[in-house]
């Protein structure tokens, strides 16, 4: 499975847009990338998926460059809830086991 | 909006003990899985399990874990002789052709 790189941590300011970038350098052909949320105590929770150029769902965006290595979540005007923890997993897909990396702890600020 | 169930929410036993920890998938899913977090680290897979057989398991996943689908709705985890470091949050999760939807977790606390 390829190797996710993302921030460690994030804040930022409700209502604001927030953009976390994941690289992903050794990517596969067949991979897809998806995007999970976590918050404390809780199971993680799926937000979106994508393979190419840009999809997005009523949570959130995703945009993948050309070369696919890296790709960037972003979630319009976050509010306070949207405090979490947010992974980036590469190859995973309905049926294989998800490998997490540490994620980015993203802090909204009232 | 169809969910998986884990029962306990919080289970506490002694070092030793047997424990077993429930899920319910969702209903029309195929594929079930089991993951752990121990506070403040990375969620690890245990283990998959298709058509009542493991398909992939960890290292972590050794002789004192066991999974099991005894009837069409439940699929649980047992550890057999429970270590202090087996304390965690434990995840269910459940897919069909794409993502993975989890549950709220168990927290099994080994005293």
């Known amino acids: 499975l390829a190797k996710t790189t993302q921030p460690i941590s994030m804040d930022s300011y409700e209502g604001q847009e927030v953009n976390i970038t994941c690289s992903h350098n050794n990517i596969a052909t067949n991979d897809y990338i998806t995007w999970y949320q976590q918050f404390p105590s809780q199971g993680p929770r799926f937000i979106i998926q994508?393979?190419?150029t840009k999809v997005t769902n009523e949570v959130a965006s995703l945009f993948i460059p050309a070369d696919r290595k890296s790709s960037t979540l972003s979630l319009p005007r976050v509010s306070l809830s949207d405090t979490a923890v947010y992974y980036c997993?590469?190859?995973?897909?309905?049926?294989?086991?998800?490998?997490f990396g540490k994620g980015t702890r993203l802090s909204v600020i009232a | 909006e169809p969910e998986v169930t884990q029962t306990p929410s919080h289970q506490v036993t002694q070092m030793g003990q047997e424990v077993i920890l429930r899920c319910v998938p969702i209903?029309?899913?195929?594929?079930f899985y089991w993951y752990r977090q121990i506070l403040g680290q990375k969620v690890e897979f245990l283990v998959s399990f298709y058509n009542n057989e493991i398909s992939e398991k960890s290292e972590i996943f050794d002789d004192q874990f066991s999974v099991e689908r005894p009837d069409g709705s439940n699929f649980t985890l047992k550890i057999r002789s429970t270590k202090l470091e087996d304390s965690a949050m434990y995840f269910c999760a459940s897919s069909g052709i794409n993502e993975q939807f989890f549950g709220p977790g168990t927290r099994l606390t080994v005293l």
């Open positions: 209903s029309n899913h195929l594929y």
């Open positions: 997993l590469v190859g995973a897909s309905g049926n294989t086991p998800l490998v």
């Open positions: 994508g393979y190419k």
